[in-house]
């Protein structure tokens, strides 16, 4: 599979579509799901996004659900649910990141309901069929069919509203999951080949949105990638990076974006060794001579934040984080081992490049 065509069609079960204003085709999509109403979800800070589409959807519109919060707690999904079922709604339309993709996903996931998904950052979301929900504090993650949404409208404009700051997090968040996807254990020609693609087009992508944040060329390229790489995340299996990531943004509270940004040169470089060959495609798109400082230089020119310790991780947590990460890991290139990742932690939290 390669990149959906300019402007439409994605592959067999995902219709994905790009293109300018393309929000504004949700009546047509709904009416090719043969839905008659949909349920619109938001966050509260993008509520007027939601009620601008609730405006253009007219009578289609079921009303606006606009608490959805980050990692999907199970007592707004209630919620949720109930204002669903008081409703006619036969549809779902996710408009944000992860968060909202999340709420929306996790009522299909009760449902069955069809899901409609406007992406606003790069997370890759709305290209699995994996669902993250948290009850009592505790997040834990399915992977289900249902969960899939059926449809995705990538508009540039919508992405051309992230800060620069957001912006590079969040592509970065999406690099990751392409680059993990380079090593994965039951990865396939096709899949690799797709996380190329995608870390091509935010490599190219990305410096030139922090550059002139309204391109919308350029910021469709980002979201071509960050299509390619939320749809390798839901293929293959991921490592250590994405352990770590869970276990830091769980235990410590930290935010998704960021967290992904800071861990991902030291994750690859700890890696460097163990997948030298298949790491090279990350040299080959970023240049260089190591994966993980490769990854780092491109963050750091990027204006990405480096250091765990700017996230408010304080120094003496870094053991029981490293406890925690190596609890339990996700199958590895290299072994994973407490010593090991506490070195790993010390550069991350101090913002140091990675030594290999
Ligand atoms: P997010 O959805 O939490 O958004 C962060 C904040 O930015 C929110 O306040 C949101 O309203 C705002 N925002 C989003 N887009 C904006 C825009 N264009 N302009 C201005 N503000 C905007 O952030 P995220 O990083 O996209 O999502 C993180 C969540 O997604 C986490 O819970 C993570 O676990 C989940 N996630 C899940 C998967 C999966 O496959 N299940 C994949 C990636 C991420």
Redo the contacts with the bound molecule.
Sequence with gaps: MAFPAMGNEGDEQVRVRFGRAIRRDLASELERLGSRQAMIL??P??SDLAFEASEVLGPLAAGVFSK?T???PINVTEDALEHLRASRADCLVAL???????LG?ALAYRTDLPQITVP??????EA?P???QTEDGVKT?LSDPRVLPEVILYDPE??A???VG?TVT?GL?AMAHAAEALYAENRTKETTNLAIEGLQALAEGLPKVVDAPGDLDAREMTQRGAWAC?TV??RVGMALHHKLCHTL?GSFDLP??ETHAIILPHAIAYNARAAARELEAITDVLGGKSAGQSLFGFAKTLGAPLALRDLGVSETDLDRAADLATRKPYPNPRPVTQNDIRALLQAAWAGDAPAS
């Design positions: 938001s966050t800070q993008q959805a980050m990692h999907t944000g990141g992860g968060s909202t993709i999340g996903k606003t950052t790069y997370a890759g979301s699995t994996i669902l993250g993650t919508l992405v509203t992230l800060p957001m969040s968040n939320g995340l839901g943004g998704h974006a």
